[in-house]
């Protein structure tokens, strides 16, 4: 079967996976939870970090999923839609304050203390100091960035969840990082982060 | 993007707050089905209308108790026995450490700080107000002749009559303070009269429940529990304690230890279990709740045998208490 034909019997399938669940059909609707859930979290986390509000945000989208699920079209895939929602989720809550970001005794304690560990402990706080930075930049950019960079979904498929241009896009992750590379000079650990997240960078 | 190096890895959620999450979306969502309605004046509200958590399980309970309905799930075309009138976009308001004012319908709500409240209805066809955390105020005018407003926390329903009244949340419990006229409380099938100038704990009514209730399986010594239960009091049909007699109600340094434990879960998770394992150890109507919360806690925290444990302490203690369920099933994801 061609990649064309797959695509067409997915699209079938998940636009009758939305119609039963517009109908009310509780078996497809957690269908569509226990599938998309994944997706959704991994969305939620990587625009707005480690959130004490997780649970809440990740309830919030499918939410708006399961409301807005008569709109579905099929022109792109359920997961697609899911993270779109789920972007917009992540894109309301920082307009509607500003999250903190994920203060490290928020995260589990790790308890061996070999090099893993030291590891771990050093990328959290490396994680933990860019949420802080992008908590200073303009809610688009900080979604168009983290989904790009932190992410690394195509800039096509960036421009797809947050219902912009390729332009708009490329010109947000750009200024985002620019924003940043200028926090970093002060800030030597979130410097090292951001070379290892950038294109080429790193090892 | 090839050639980048590792994005931090993603905390993935527990088992458990992935079926919590579940639970209390499709409770949102059975919620949704039993209101349909256009969507209430605000003057203060989230950019974003989003149904609640807890509560909506707990309305959707209630709800059934209230109109005396068969179980099933409340559906869109089926009338509310209660004269709720519905709302198809319901709207929520989180407060973090200021509080907010709302005016909706016709009454006046300030809703407390680290609090969130979902708002269904309006004054013309009637007003149900879940409340999911923390606490809110409410001045409405008398009922006579206008729609309900009826408001849900947790295991517990208040419907006004008329008052100025206060509604605090601590997980499934709740607790009413009456200022002005008087409302009517709800909870598990019980109800209860509150006027002004009395309170109501759902924990008081909980353990008014079991006493009345006594089971052998009860008195089995926990583990984990070294103190004994307070001697069973006959609390009276209603469970209301008028302010003048605080006696009855929670020790306010109990309940107060309990909520500075329930906030510290956020900041110092491990503080918090070790408060609530120190208030579970005492005596007196907060124990359960902590015991309950401790074991929560730890199964958030991954500590399973723990959680095992002190959950089947609170189920030892307390086969019937509101958490029961939860516990077991709890109980039963950790594979204990």
Request: charged share 25%; hydrophobic share 45%.
């Amino acid at each position: 079967m061609t990649v064309r034909a797959l695509d067409v019997r997915r699209a079938a399938a998940d636009r009758d996976l939305a119609a039963r669940c517009v109908a009310g059909d509780r078996a497809s609707q957690r269908e569509v939870f226990l599938g998309q859930r994944e997706r959704v979290h991994r969305t939620l986390y990587r625009i707005l970090g480690n959130n004490s509000e997780m649970e809440d945000l990740v309830q919030e989208a499918f939410l708006e999923v399961f409301r807005s699920i008569a709109r579905f079209r099929g022109d792109s895939t359920l997961g697609t839609w899911c993270a779109t929602i789920a972007t917009r989720v992540a894109w309301a809550s920082i307009e509607r304050r500003k999250p903190q970001a994920t203060a490290l005794e928020l995260v589990p304690e790790i308890a061996d203390d070999g090099p893993d560990a030291r590891d771990q402990l050093v990328a959290r706080d490396a994680a933990r100091r860019l949420y802080a930075a992008l908590d200073k930049i303009p809610v688009a950019q900080r979604v168009a960035f983290t989904l790009a960079t932190v992410e690394g979904l195509p800039l096509a498929e960036v421009a797809a969840l947050t219902r912009s241009t390729l332009v708009a896009t490329k010109t947000r992750v750009w200024r985002a990082r620019r924003d940043l590379e200028r926090r970093a000079a002060k800030d030597p650990a979130l410097r090292v982060y951001l070379d290892e997240l950038r294109p080429g960078g790193g090892s | 993007m090839t050639d980048r190096r590792e994005a931090p890895d993603v905390e993935p959620l527990s088992q458990i707050a992935w079926q919590r999450v579940e639970r209390d979306l499709f409770a949102a969502l059975d919620c949704d089905a039993a209101v349909v309605a256009p969507p209430p004046r605000l003057r203060t509200w989230a950019p974003w209308a989003l149904a609640g958590s807890f509560a909506a399980a707990a309305a959707t309970l209630v709800l059934v108790l209230l109109s005396g309905h068969d179980g099933g799930a409340p559906r869109s075309d089926a009338p509310r026995s209660d004269g709720l009138a519905s709302a198809s976009t319901p709207s929520r308001v989180v407060t973090q450490q200021a509080g907010s004012e709302i005016s909706f319908g016709d009454a006046m709500i300030t809703v407390g700080p680290a609090s969130a409240v979902t708002m269904h209805g309006d004054a013309t066809r009637g007003v149900l107000i879940l409340l999911e955390r923390g606490e809110a105020s409410f001045a409405v005018a008398p009922r006579a002749g206008r729609p309900p407003f009826i408001v849900e926390a947790g295991e517990v329903s208040v419907r006004v009559v008329g008052t100025r009244f206060t509604v605090s949340r601590s997980g499934e419990s709740a607790r009413v303070d009456v200022t002005e006229g008087h409302v009517e409380v709800v909870s598990r099938g019980h109800r209860a009269q509150v006027l002004a100038g009395e309170s109501w704990s759902s924990v008081d009514d909980r353990e008014a429940v079991d006493r009345h209730t006594p089971d052998p399986d009860e008195l089995a010594a926990a583990p984990f529990v070294d103190e004994p239960e307070p001697v069973a009091e006959d609390p009276g049909p209603a469970h209301v304690t008028p302010k003048a007699k605080p006696k009855a109600t929670p020790a306010p340094d109990q309940r107060a230890l309990y909520e500075h434990a329930a906030a510290l879960e956020a900041t110092d998770a491990r503080a918090a279990l070790a408060e609530y394992t120190a208030l579970a150890r005492r005596k007196g109507p907060w124990a359960a709740n902590a015991m309950y919360a401790a074991g929560r806690l730890a199964a958030e925290l991954g500590e399973r045998d723990l959680a095992i444990k002190l959950l089947n302490s609170y189920l030892t203690k307390f086969p019937k208490g509101g958490n029961a369920a939860d516990a077991r099933a709890m109980i039963e994801s950790l594979g204990g």
